[in-house]
């Protein structure tokens, strides 16, 4: 076992090696540029290209001019969300989203309300769930975009987006969602979920950073965008620059090995996911999951994502106890912000319960052997840090912590 | 963002952890900062109340590791000064001493605040314990 241990995986991934060795000829001997139409390097970059996007197309059930390339699934949303915005304002100027958003939604969604559109924040229940009828209620007839995450990169919720997609059929609003961490992860079909538009990345897919798509529905409905970006015309003039074809290479690659073995994948996940929740349930009191329990809703939750709070004991500490392990916690000190994590604010988890949050995320080359060893570490430093914490001792005698007139400095 | 080793050594090994008696006369608690901001500090003193000596410290904090750290180091700064000393340690020593990086600097300001309000804990068990008398 190799020391430190990553269990980061929402964050990004490894790449696979043998995307890698997909990707290799495209640097040095296959240099072209896909859109130099008069000689040989140029086609053989193009036709690199053009397999990658039958691939990624076929893998989502998608045409494949229905995929534009980007830099990533920040560039992706941006592009969906501006370009639909600014195509259709004629046709109206408001927007839906949800609060559980990346902020690639999120901060895009404000820049457009500083534009003068307006936006509408759907709320979330207690397990970062969006109510159906909420979505029906806010629809207007001036409601031209929904955009809903499939899976949350934080809590791990996996949104009916099914549902979600024939709400916005049924009233003609065009349907985004930000699959960045679902696509080659969970079962996605653009048809059978009734997107319109969905952002993906190839670093969460084990593929290389640098590289991520935008769907983009092309009939019933035709979806029109307004490129953000000025230029050469690329991509059928959504999206101007040389495509970077190496990692497209290694994207296609990805999601076909993503798809190839995803049965395995998920299976191999939710053991060790499953595996961690019993356990630490099993040796530590006054734990909270945060997202949908996965031994009950396992379907409903992505499968190597796991948000615990380990109350009376803050993120940064313990992440300071597991220095061998890679997590990431919702806790302000790790934050740039500063505040703690607004998706935990978002299902009603209290700022005490969300400073003391761990996000682990488990992957295809995680292994038993290091989920054992994480669980040894992480019971030893929660007791460590709980029998130096007061509100661990005073919640033990029986103090309302909550009764405390705090001094908030 | 990496630790500075007093950091790494305060939190691994922490100086008196634990707790004193509340209810002693001779021992003041200080508890500063609240759950919702993700510090909360508990420092506790045991204070001769001939000689005004603090002689014996304990600390519980829930927090990060610089806020651990700071904690820590507080306790041994003060045991076996006076009350007066002990008051009149800045947090700028606890951030200079310790390494702490500008964003931890509330860190050692809620551990000069703890040893603030274990002191005043302290004087005002006393004055309760001995209305007539002048306390240390």
């Known amino acids: 076992m190799k020391i430190p241990i990553y269990l980061d995986n929402n964050a990004t991934t490894p790449m696979d090696p043998r995307v890698l060795e997909a990707m290799l000829p495209y640097f040095t001997d296959i240099f072209g540029n896909a859109a130099s139409r008069n000689h040989e390097f140029g086609w053989e970059a193009e036709a690199a290209v053009e397999g990658a996007r039958e691939t990624i197309a076929r893998a989502i059930g998608a045409d494949p001019k229905e995929i534009v390339f980007t830099s990533g699934a920040t560039e992706s949303d941006n592009l969906a969300i501006k370009g639909v915005a600014h195509m259709y304002r004629p046709k109206g100027d408001h927007i839906i989203t949800v609060t559980t958003e990346h902020k690639a939604v999120i901060d895009t969604c404000k820049a457009l309300e500083r534009d003068g559109f307006r936006v509408t924040y759907l709320p979330v229940d207690k397990e970062g769930f969006v109510e159906l009828d909420r979505l029906r209620e806010a629809i207007t007839d001036k409601t031209i975009l929904v955009s809903v995450m499939h899976g949350n990169n934080e809590i791990g919720t996996l949104q009916d987006i099914k549902s979600i997609g024939a709400i916005c059929r049924e009233h003609g609003v065009l349907f985004h969602t930000d699959a960045t961490q679902t696509i080659g992860k969970v079962p996605f079909n653009v048809e059978e979920m009734n997107v319109d538009l969905a952002s993906f990345t190839g670093h969460k897919m084990y593929g290389p950073k640098g590289c991520g798509a935008l769907y983009v529905r092309k009939r019933k409905p035709r979806v029109r965008l307004v490129a953000q970006m000025d230029g050469g015309g690329h991509e059928r003039g959504m999206r101007s620059g040389t495509l970077n074809v190496p990692g497209i290479v290694g994207f296609g690659k990805a999601l076909e090995l993503a798809m190839a073995e995803m049965e395995q994948d998920i299976a191999h996940a939710r053991t060790l996911r499953d595996k961690l929740w019993t356990k630490l349930k099993e040796s530590l009191d006054e734990l909270y999951i945060n997202g949908p329990d996965p031994l009950e809703k396992n379907e409903q939750r992505l499968p190597g994502n796991l948000n615990v709070s380990f109350a009376y004991v803050e993120g940064e500490a313990m992440m300071m106890g597991i220095r061998d392990i890679a997590v990431s916690s919702g806790s302000a000190c790790t934050s740039a912000s500063l505040e703690p994590s607004y998706i935990l604010k978002a299902l009603g988890v209290g700022e005490d319960l969300a400073h003391t949050s761990i996000r682990f995320g488990i992957g295809r080359f995680t292994t038993e052997e290091e989920i054992d060893y994480t669980l040894n570490q992480v019971i030893e430093a929660v007791n460590k840090l709980r029998e130096m914490s007061p509100l661990y001792e005073m919640a033990k005698l029986g103090i309302d912590l909550k009764s405390v007139e705090w001094a908030h400095h | ?136």
Do not use: W
């Open chain 2, 1 to 136: 963002m990496a630790y500075s080793e007093k950091v790494i050594d305060h939190y691994n090994n922490p100086r008196n952890v634990g707790t004193l008696d509340p209810n002693d006369s001779t021992v003041g608690t200080g508890l500063v900062g609240a759950p919702e901001c993700g510090d909360v500090m508990r420092l506790q003193l045991k204070i001769n109340p001939e000689t005004g000596v603090i002689e014996d410290a304990k600390f519980k904090t829930f927090g990060c590791g610089s806020a651990i750290a700071s904690s820590s180091y507080a306790t041994e700064l003060i045991k076996g000064k006076n009350v007066e000393e002990a008051a009149a340690i800045k947090n700028t020593q606890i951030v200079a001493d310790l390494n702490l990086p500008p964003v931890k600097i509330h860190c050692s300001v809620l551990a000069e605040d703890a040893i603030k309000a274990a002191i005043e804990d302290y004087k005002k068990k006393q004055a309760q314990a001995h209305p007539a008398e002048a306390v240390a």
